[in-house]
């Protein structure tokens, strides 16, 4: 029997690793791409929670005793307690959200149809999201939030 060899030209010498470093040239900026995204999504979602529950908290308040419930009252309470919802948020440690200079918005819409008490706040939150790994140009994006809430507080009847 004739033993038939088929040799290899192919010089083997470093090969295989010019073939990782060029994988990886395409691989690494693929994962650090995704992995911007991850932090953007869950700051998104961080923001439109706290959206949501600065919403219901102002919705919950009630205007002190003796006061009257109108607009000119509640308003600037309302206000107050967005900000201190919205510091205490900020102010958590969480890396994902960061403060973008931006205050809440808040509307207290408040309605006194025939003795009934009902009405609206609208709040719209603005938050900063620093990016883990800075992209070419860009090392942030702001995220907008909106919420609304019917007004729920026992509120005094007039």
Same mark, same amino acid.
């Given at each position: 029997?004739?033993?038939?060899?088929?040799?290899?030209?192919?010089?083997?010498?470093?090969?295989? *690793?010019?073939?990782?470093?060029?994988? &990886?040239?395409?691989?690494?900026? *693929?994962?650090?791409?995704?992995?911007? %995204?991850?932090?953007?999504?869950?700051?998104?979602? !961080?923001?439109?929670?706290?959206?949501?529950?600065?919403?219901?908290?102002?919705?919950?308040?009630?205007?002190?005793?003796?006061?009257?419930? &109108?607009?000119?009252?509640?308003? /600037?309470? !309302?206000?107050?307690?967005?900000?201190?919802? $919205?510091?205490? $948020? +900020?102010?958590? =440690?969480?890396?994902?959200?960061?403060?973008? =200079?931006?205050? /809440?918005?808040?509307? $207290?819409?408040? !309605?006194?149809?025939?003795?009934?008490?009902?009405? +609206? %706040?609208?709040?719209?939150?603005? %938050?900063?999201?620093?990016?883990?790994?800075?992209?070419? =140009?860009?090392?942030? %994006?702001?995220?907008? &939030? !909106?919420?609304?809430? /019917?007004?729920?507080?026992?509120?005094?009847?007039?």
């Amino acid at each position: 029997m004739i033993d038939l060899k088929i040799q290899n030209f192919r010089q083997q010498k470093g090969s295989s *690793i010019i073939e990782t470093l060029a994988g &990886s040239f395409i691989i690494i900026p *693929i994962i650090l791409f995704f992995i911007d %995204v991850t932090g953007c999504v869950l700051s998104q979602m !961080a923001n439109d929670h706290m959206c949501k529950d600065i919403a219901r908290q102002i919705a919950e308040m009630t205007p002190p005793s003796g006061t009257p419930f &109108s607009d000119a009252v509640m308003q /600037p309470l !309302a206000a107050s307690k967005a900000q201190a919802v $919205y510091n205490q $948020y +900020v102010d958590s =440690g969480s890396m994902l959200i960061t403060d973008s =200079g931006t205050a /809440p918005s808040v509307i $207290y819409d408040a !309605a006194n149809q025939n003795g009934v008490h009902s009405g +609206v %706040v609208s709040v719209q939150t603005t %938050v900063k999201c620093n990016f883990l790994v800075p992209l070419a =140009g860009f090392s942030s %994006v702001n995220f907008i &939030s !909106a919420a609304s809430e /019917p007004i729920v507080a026992n509120l005094p009847t007039q």
